[in-house]
């Protein structure tokens, strides 16, 4: 199972694109680059998933290099309603979550 | 999306009683469910994985006597906490999946929030 690292926290403004990077750079080859979203004393939410290049879906877009050792969910114009924590990770069997990236949008 | 439930949503039970939370995948039939803590500001941690009609695996560190957890049936998983102590409180998250592996989305529930007292 692939070990993440994201930043711990982020902060950003409502109607700015916000970007937020993970590392995972022992990926293993079977692994879909997943990221999820959880909101204080609720379930984690399915945001996006990928394999390599670029994934858009309705909420975001996921950039997956070719080396797959990194990647970037993308949430455009962001709101006040964004703000939980924000888990990437390599999904093939089992989810292992890392410690995630806090994002706090301000007004 | 698929939809997981979790019943009850809070239970606050006194030291040594026995707590079962119950899991259900409504809309779609689960090889695969997961049961995870997880406390205040700290990401959820895995505590086994259950396939139907098989015994649970248990992660490292999870003693499986005390998180006792049944997968009967292809929509049903329950974890009950056996002679539960102040330090058991926690959330706990459970997820379903169709498949057994490979990366079929894992649908989570919206978790129980356990109280000793």
């Known amino acids: 199972l692939a070990k993440t690292t994201q930043p711990i926290s982020m902060d950003s403004y409502e109607g700015q694109e916000v970007n937020i990077t993970c590392s995972h750079n022992n990926i293993a080859t079977n692994d879909y680059i997943t990221w999820y979203q959880q909101f204080p004393s609720q379930g984690p939410r399915f945001i996006i998933q990928g394999y390599k290049t670029k994934v858009t879906n309705e909420v975001a877009s996921l950039f997956i290099p070719a080396d797959r050792k990194s990647s970037t969910l993308s949430l455009p114009r962001v709101s006040l309603s964004d703000t939980a924590v924000y888990y990437c990770?390599?999904?093939?069997?089992?989810?292992?979550f890392g410690k995630g990236t806090r994002l706090h949008i301000l007004p | 999306g698929a939809v997981v439930s979790q019943h009850p949503s809070r239970v606050i039970c006194k030291s040594g009683t026995s707590v079962k939370i119950e899991c259900r995948s409504l809309?779609?039939?689960?090889?695969?469910m997961f049961w995870y803590r997880q406390f205040p500001k700290q990401s959820l941690m895995l505590m086994a994985t259950s396939n139907e009609g098989s015994k649970a695996t248990y992660e490292q560190g999870v003693e499986k006597d005390k998180f006792l957890i049944n997968h009967a049936s292809l929509t049903l998983s329950t974890l009950t906490v056996t002679s539960a102590h102040p330090e058991d409180s926690s959330f706990y998250i459970c997820s379903a999946r169709e498949g057994a592996s490979g990366p079929y989305e894992q649908y989570f529930g919206p978790g129980t929030r356990l109280t000793v007292t």
């Open positions: 809309d779609f039939q689960a090889t695969t």
């Open positions: 990770l390599g999904l093939y069997d089992k989810i292992i």
